[in-house]
């Protein structure tokens, strides 16, 4: 079983502030990560995916992976209303094959109030 | 349009009855996903293909069929839908292996 544990949540925080969500994989050889947006009714959407120890930033939006620690983050800096979602940690596990298998966790909920 | 288009959008069917869930995608796409989610489970994985006529089962299979005769259409079976089945089914693809995944908008199932 391919592992994603995400904390649980739910996350409230004021408008303006950071806000971090962390998820811890269960499989070393897990080589992709990514973390998606689900409004509430709808589809998940692509945030950020990381492949590589360290730091990703994309506009108020930092990944931070650590392959040692089995642990990826999600840095949302100045946080709006808009943010309001849940955000869901997806692993790639299967390092080396052609499976392409993603799992994800259950994802954080996420509230940005005014 | 170019995308993934999941139908129908919303579906209800009575327990025994068999249901198939559609999904097409026009970026020719390899690799193909079907998961549902359900509150306090999250995303789960039911079946998945790597290319046409290949597919595997993911951590949930039991009571899904699949197929994939051509690389744009993933259609998921229940042979025999049971209350536990009623979920949002949601479809997904990308081009490889580590590629993010790209979803469709959900189908909605309700077994009564």
């Known amino acids: 079983q391919k592992e994603v544990e995400q904390n649980s949540g739910p996350l409230s925080v004021p408008e303006g502030a950071i806000a971090s969500l962390n998820c811890t994989y269960s499989d070393r050889g897990s080589q992709s990560f990514f973390w998606y947006r689900q409004y509430s009714g709808k589809s998940p959407e692509l945030i950020m995916s990381i492949y590589s120890n360290g730091d990703k930033e994309d506009g108020r939006f930092t990944a931070q992976l650590n392959k040692a620690s089995q642990y990826v983050s999600l840095l949302i800096r100045d946080s709006q209303p808009s943010d309001s979602a849940t955000y869901l940690c997806a692993v790639n596990p299967d390092r080396g094959s052609t499976l392409g298998r993603l799992y994800f966790g259950r994802g954080t909920q996420l509230t940005v109030w005014p | 349009d170019a995308g993934i288009t999941q139908s129908p959008r919303y579906k209800i069917t009575e327990t025994g009855r068999q249901v198939t869930l559609m999904c097409h995608q026009t970026?020719?796409?390899?690799?193909m996903f079907w998961y549902r989610q359900d509150l306090g489970h999250g995303l789960r994985l039911i079946y998945y293909?790597?290319?046409?006529?290949?597919?595997d089962k993911g951590e949930v299979p039991d009571g899904y069929v699949v197929s994939r005769s051509k690389t744009e259409n993933f259609p998921l079976t229940l042979e025999s839908a049971t209350r536990s089945q009623t979920s949002v089914y949601f479809c997904?693809?990308?081009?490889?292996?580590?590629?993010?995944?790209?979803f469709g908008n959900g189908t909605r199932l309700t077994v009564t």
């Open positions: 997904a693809s990308k081009g490889t292996v580590n590629s993010p995944l790209h």
């Open positions: 970026w020719s796409h390899s690799y």
């Open positions: 293909s790597a290319a046409a006529d290949i597919t």
